[in-house]
């Protein structure tokens, strides 16, 4: 009896482990999904400026954590791609190089706003760090509209040059038809003008007149 009894509240444990695990799973992807997904950083829950070695451990223990393989939640597979997508810009040079820019930026127009130094014991409190994270913000959507805008002036560029392209192609194209059309209509006209010479020449040719035989003189 003891023994059932100690089975019995093994499972009982076993199966609290499990529902704190799915507790984890759910929470964690539910932080992700509510991260700013423009901050990599934010979307990984870690710090700007830290190693690569820090980006790819946390990559891997939360990865693990929410793979969609381990869970039966409906929104791990868009909570993994976030996931991914932010490892990827983080261990890109340039990506991490435009991000670090543009929190750096608004840590500069935070300080800016207030008139505050970087001594300011302002710049070393918690409410200045949530301050922080929400000017990044701004400055990562600002950059991201104009971004976008930029792409878009490109793309109209683009398709203009590539509309001309086919305009000048069409053009030779049509260059090309007409001289051929004109070769051709030439030899039907040289033709034409052929047969016309040779058959007024036939109208216009007098007929040839017998030669009248000389008589002979008589005596």
């Known amino acids: 009896m003891a023994d059932l009894q100690d089975d019995g509240g093994l499972d009982a444990l076993n199966e609290l482990e499990k529902e ?3 507790f ?3 929470a964690e992807i539910a932080r992700i999904l509510n991260a700013f997904k423009l901050d990599a950083y934010a979307v990984l829950d870690l710090q700007p400026g830290v190693p690569e070695s820090d980006i790819k451990a946390c990559y891997r223990k939360k990865s693990l954590l929410i793979h969609p393989d381990k869970t039966a939640n409906p929104s791990a597979p868009d909570a993994f791609d976030r996931l991914k997508k932010a ?3 983080l261990m890109d040079d340039k990506h991490r190089t435009r991000l670090d ?3 750096a930026d608004a840590r500069m127009l935070l300080m800016r706003e207030h008139k505050w130094t970087a001594d300011s014991p302002e710049t070393r409190t918690k409410e200045f ?3 922080w994270r929400e000017k990044t913000k701004e400055v990562l959507i600002d950059n991201e509209l104009r971004r976008r805008k ?3 002036a490109q793309l109209q560029e683009e398709g203009r040059a590539q509309r001309q ?4 192609i069409e053009q030779r194209k049509r260059k090309r038809e007409h001289e051929q059309a004109w070769e051709q209509s030439r030899e039907q006209r040289i033709g034409s003008w052929r047969d016309f010479k040779g058959k007024k020449g036939e109208e216009g040719e007098k007929p040839k007149m017998k030669k009248k035989k000389k008589l002979k003189a008589l005596g």
Do not use: P
């Open 20 to 22: 704190a695990k799915e």
């Open 24 to 26: 984890d799973k759910d």
């Open 87 to 89: 490892q990827l810009e």
């Open 101 to 103: 820019e543009a929190i």
């Open 129 to 131: 760090a949530v301050d």
């Open 150 to 152: 930029q792409l878009k």
């Open 165 to 168: 392209e086919e305009e000048e």
